[in-house]
Each structure stands twice: as C-alpha cells, then as structure tokens.
C-alpha cells in the first residue's frame, strides 16, 4: 500500500510518502489511521483527530468506513481552510 501526506500532515509526520504493509486487521481506513497512530509520537500527533483528516484512496474521496487492498493508493489531507 502507498501512503502519501500532504501539507502539514507531511510536515508533522516527516515524510511525504512511503510504502507499508499494515497488519491484516487493517481493513478499512478509519483503522488505518488507528494504526498509523501507533506508529510514532509523530504520527500520533498527526492524525489525533482523525475525524478532520481527509482520505482519497486511489484518488476518490471516501469515508472513514471505506475498505482497503493491499495495492490502494492512500492520500491524507489535512482540513482545508479557504477565504
């Protein structure tokens, strides 16, 4: 799976992109994220409110509930703020 960070989310985390292999609980991405949590104070702080973070998997916007493969192409972005 290949994850990709952007804007802050990317700053705080550290990295832009990387290729994983959750565990196979993993199966949608609302756990993802609760994974990616346990990753690291960096992640942690990152993602505490999943609930503002935006998913796209393989370029579509999808709810927390969405399901993941093995092979997706997971992007998280922080909210959008606009004026």
């Known amino acids: ?3 990709l960070y952007f804007a802050w989310l990317r700053q705080r985390i550290g990295i ?5 292999d959750p565990p196979a609980e993993v199966k949608t991405v609302a756990a993802l994220i609760h994974w990616l949590r346990g990753r690291g104070p960096n992640f942690a702080e ?4 999943g609930a503002v973070i ?6 579509e ?6 399901p993941l ?3 997706d ?3 998280l972005f922080p909210p ?3 004026g």
Do not use: C, F, W
Not at 16 to 20: C, H, L, P
Not at 46 to 49: E, G, I, M
Not at 54 to 59: G, I, K, L
Not at 61 to 66: C, D, E, L, N, R
């Open 80 to 82: 959008v703020t606009g």
């Open 16 to 20: 832009a992109e990387e290729r994983i």
């Open 1 to 3: 799976m290949k994850l």
């Open 73 to 75: 192409e997971v992007a």
């Open 46 to 49: 990152a993602l505490r409110d």
């Open 61 to 66: 916007y999808v709810p927390a509930s969405h």
């Open 54 to 59: 935006r998913v796209a998997v393989n370029q």
């Open 69 to 71: 493969r093995p092979g």
